[in-house]
């Protein structure tokens, strides 16, 4: 199709960043302007000759400005077919003058939302005018631009100088597509805030879920496939899609699904003592709670040495000098932290291809939300595992003492982050060893306590730390094997949900090892 030249603009904008220099580029190709309040406002102040939209209707605004743009002469010439000679008859009947430029970001619905407004206000940055005519226009691309982002205000500017004043069909295409994104992505927002805020609908019935790409990837979990990382469109949550990346090489996908999993748990002890946790694969393989933060790091690390090699690694405190140093003896994919001191950056900066994010902060554990998961022909959507289980039931002869109770909540905190099946053993704030993914119960007791020997022998320590330890399990026990695989392990007090139609051969069994035992009555499946 050929260019079009515009000869009309219709500008209202909630966001006037950039908007004089659009006019007065329109202005030098003889574009009329016709716009509304603020915007016509800003635009006569720059020196610009702007039209009224009650001038174009012949109809004032009303209602406190609600009803505008909603006007035949507006919509018709916006969506006039303009080489149809019956839409050319029409326009000629009606005094219908074309518009061929739309420039209209909408009402700031989101931002109201953020800054904690109240029911009204939120209602009233409800846009109705705009989204009629960003849709009029992309329907209509044919022969109208519309342009819903100041990003793109450039890319305008350049093609009208290059073309004495006119638009060519592909940007015209291009912007269509933004525009639909745009009034998609703003009902959405609506639609979740009315159905998840205002009527406290966790899963409703309809769940537009829109979502803005931050950055295009090299590949997704393999080569031969495609990725991008997206962000909510609404109001999000600090986490890594928000961190701020001080060096290296960019992010890949697996890189953001394993620090999202680092992140997420290291999280759980936002409010703890220095806390470090290493995940590999998605599931962590060393964490540890210690006086400091290098401390910490270290007893993570002798959890499993050798699965560290090309981890991701989280923090719950800046990263300084110290635990930098220790890091950099080991190859890491990533660090996450909240900040890190000059001494701690210059120490990175010789890691050129160490990805170092720091997130300012780290996310409420306790947040609400959801998680989704594609499946073919759906979707599944869940609220977030938040659960604690702050009550806990002794179900055996023997009461754990304070450390080993001390233990059993931290192994459990860690085994909400283990993919099923999940078995913790953990011993003085520090895991001794992970067992995790496995078909059964059995095998993840076996792989814990066998990773929990591996690294004493490569410590030289003269036994593992799983000997005194407590084990969680993220499910119940179905038979007495599990248990009694940590027996032999060494550990002496147990945390599991209960609820098997075994429990009472597990107890028994528990009991005759002298073990104590504890139900959390919440299971922490993870797959």
Not at 87 to 104: Q, R
Not at 167 to 177: H, N
Not at 275 to 289: L, R
Request: a negative charge.
């Amino acid at each position: 199709m050929a260019p079009i030249k515009i000869a009309r603009a219709l500008l209202s904008v909630s966001d006037k960043t950039g908007i004089v220099d659009l006019g007065q580029a329109l202005a030098r190709h003889g574009v009329e302007l016709v716009s509304t309040g603020g915007t016509a406002a800003a635009l006569r102040d720059a020196g610009l000759a702007v039209r009224d939209i009650s001038d174009l209707t012949g109809f004032p605004e009303m209602m406190d400005g609600r009803v505008k743009t909603l006007h035949p002469k507006v919509h018709g010439g916006l969506l006039a077919v303009r080489d149809d000679p019956a839409h050319v008859a029409s326009m000629a009947e009606h005094d219908i003058g074309a518009i061929d430029l739309v420039v209209v970001n909408l009402y700031p619905f989101r931002q109201t939302v953020m800054k904690g407004a109240e029911r009204p206000e939120i209602i009233e940055n409800i846009d109705i005018g705009g989204p009629s005519m960003v849709r009029s226009a992309a329907k209509n691309h044919a022969f109208v631009a519309i342009v819903t982002d100041p990003a793109d205000y450039p890319a305008l500017i350049a093609e009208m100088d290059a073309g004495g004043g006119t638009t060519s069909y592909e940007l015209r295409k291009r912007l269509a597509a933004s525009a639909f994104a745009a009034t998609a992505t703003y009902d959405g927002m609506i639609a979740s805030w009315f159905g998840f805020v205002d009527q406290g609908e966790v899963l409703p019935e309809t769940m537009p879920i829109t979502l803005k790409r931050g950055q295009a990837l090299r590949y997704g979990e393999n080569p031969h496939q495609k990725a991008a990382f997206y962000t909510a469109a609404g109001p999000q949550v600090r986490g890594i899609g928000q961190a701020r990346q001080v060096q290296g090489k960019e992010l890949s996908y697996n890189n953001y699904n394993d620090a999202d999993a680092a992140l997420e748990l290291v999280a759980e002890f936002r409010d703890a003592a220095p806390t470090v946790v290493i995940v590999k694969h998605a599931n962590p393989c060393g964490v540890a709670t210690a006086a400091t933060i290098e401390q910490a790091y270290a007893e993570a690390f002798a959890c499993d040495t050798v699965s560290a090699f090309g981890g991701i690694i989280a923090l719950n405190r800046a990263l300084d000098e110290a635990t930098a140093r220790a890091i950099s003896g080991i190859f890491t994919e990533v660090v996450v932290a909240p900040d890190a001191d000059e001494a701690a950056l210059a120490i990175f900066a010789a890691k050129k291809n160490l990805r170092l994010l720091l997130t300012g902060d780290l996310p409420d554990p306790a947040r609400h939300g959801l998680t989704a998961k594609s499946i073919t022909g759906g979707w599944l959507v869940q609220t977030r595992d938040g659960g604690t289980a702050p009550d806990l039931k002794v179900v055996t002869k023997r009461t754990p003492t304070e450390r080993e109770l001390a233990d059993c909540r931290f192994a459990w905190t860690i085994a909400k982050h283990v993919k099923s099946n999940a078995i913790v053993y953990a011993k003085d704030g520090a895991t001794a060893g992970i067992g995790a993914g496995q078909m059964n119960r059995l095998e993840s007791a076996r792989i814990a306590a066998w990773k929990a020997k591996d690294a004493a022998e490569k410590a030289g320590w003269p036994a593992p730390r799983t000997i005194g330890s407590a084990v969680a399990s993220d499910a119940f026990f179905p038979f007495a094997d599990g248990l009694l695989a940590a027996v032999e392990a060494g550990a002496t007090a147990v945390i599991q949900p209960g609820g098997s139609i075994r429990d009472d051969e597990v107890i028994a069994a528990a009991d005759n090892a002298g073990l104590a035992m504890v139900f959390t009555g919440m299971r922490h499946f993870r797959h």
